[in-house]
């Protein structure tokens, strides 16, 4: 089967920073994404990598080790708006078959502590 | 605004019934997908189209169905044959093409269906 791993709970402080990992194992890899859900709301997308390396967008960046079937969201410089649930999610497939179809983790419920 | 709209907000509705959940985009996207989310769980795909009038079954598509007339919209059925309907539903879209953004999935604010 085709899953995606990551821890279900991070907690941290404010102004720190909190890596969030995922692991996947996916019959085919086309991109990893991450998304970010506060409680009640709808995801909304943070970080994709389709090649090796760093991305980095203001205070979150995402990592991407294709090797290894791996990846992290790094976020910095923590806020308490940032308490949230963050999904990483992996296209297995080339678009022309199921175009941007996804597969998601379970979910990393962060929270961030005065 | 463009943007991708559900509606309604909360629904309830009692064993046996069938119940549809709307789902409007106006932001000329080409694929919809509808998800459901479990407490504490991630996003499940019931079923996804990539253009109109072409629609495919996700991993959870039993007691659901789906049509795609317009290109805005993607109104998904929740029958009665679904065992435990009972969830949080969210429609995606995204666009069609070879660029990176094609990647990004643009969720609405998402249905919570109540079966009492």
């Known amino acids: 089967g085709q899953s995606l791993e990551q821890p279900s709970e991070v907690t941290a402080v404010e102004g720190a920073i909190v890596q969030i990992n995922c692991t996947y194992q996916t019959s085919g890899f086309y991109g990893l994404s991450w998304y970010q859900q506060h409680d009640g709301g709808a995801p909304t997308f943070l970080s994709y990598?389709?090649?090796?390396g760093l991305e980095e967008t203001g205070r979150f960046s995402s990592f991407l080790s294709r090797s290894d079937s791996y990846g992290y969201l790094l976020l910095q410089e923590l806020q308490m708006k940032d308490s949230a649930s963050y999904f990483c999610a992996v296209r297995s497939a080339p678009r022309a078959n199921q175009g941007g179809k996804l597969i998601f983790g379970q979910g990393t419920e962060l929270s961030v502590k005065p | 605004d463009g943007g991708i709209t559900q509606s309604p907000k909360y629904l309830f509705r009692k064993e046996g019934q069938n119940v549809t959940l709307s789902c409007e985009q106006n932001?000329?996207?080409?694929?919809m997908y509808w998800y459901r989310q479990d407490p504490g769980q991630g996003l499940r795909l019931i079923y996804y189209s990539q253009i109109v009038n072409d629609f495919q079954k996700g991993d959870i598509a039993e007691g659901y169905s789906v049509s795609r007339e317009k290109k805005e919209s993607f109104p998904l059925t929740v029958t009665s044959a679904q065992k435990n309907p009972t969830a949080f539903y969210l429609c995606?879209?995204?666009?069609?093409?070879?660029?990176?953004?094609?990647?990004?999935?643009?969720f609405g604010p998402g249905t919570r269906l109540t079966v009492l």
């Open positions: 932001l000329n996207h080409d694929a």
């Open positions: 990598n389709a090649l090796d």
């Open positions: 995606a879209s995204s666009p069609q093409g070879l660029a990176r953004s094609t990647d990004t999935q643009y």
